[in-house]
């Protein structure tokens, strides 16, 4: 017989161990990963404390008596069109 039970269940076994062989694999390269890169939670919490120090810097009087900076509103409308 061309497929005998000992071929069939040699065949499944290897499937198996070959596909738990990749999944191992694939784990250790993902450890690897997350062991050299920095982590999100660490990223994002140094954008946080850079963002916070850019606010105290902003937030810091100037020289100029920490007046406040000049907007479209508190200047002067611009004529339309050339006036006749």
């Given at each position: ?29 993902l ?8 982590s999100?939670e ?13 606010n ?29």
């Amino acid at each position: 017989m061309l497929l005998d039970i000992g071929s069939v269940l040699a065949g499944i076994g290897l499937a198996v161990v070959a596909f738990v062989v990749v999944i191992l694999v694939c784990v250790v390269i993902l450890r690897l990963l997350a062991a050299i890169l920095p982590s999100y939670e660490d990223r994002d919490a140094r954008a946080a404390r850079l963002a916070e120090s850019i606010n105290e810097d902003d937030a810091a009087p100037t020289s100029e008596g920490n007046a406040a900076p000049a907007t479209a509103a508190s200047e002067p409308e611009a004529a339309d069109g050339p006036e006749a």
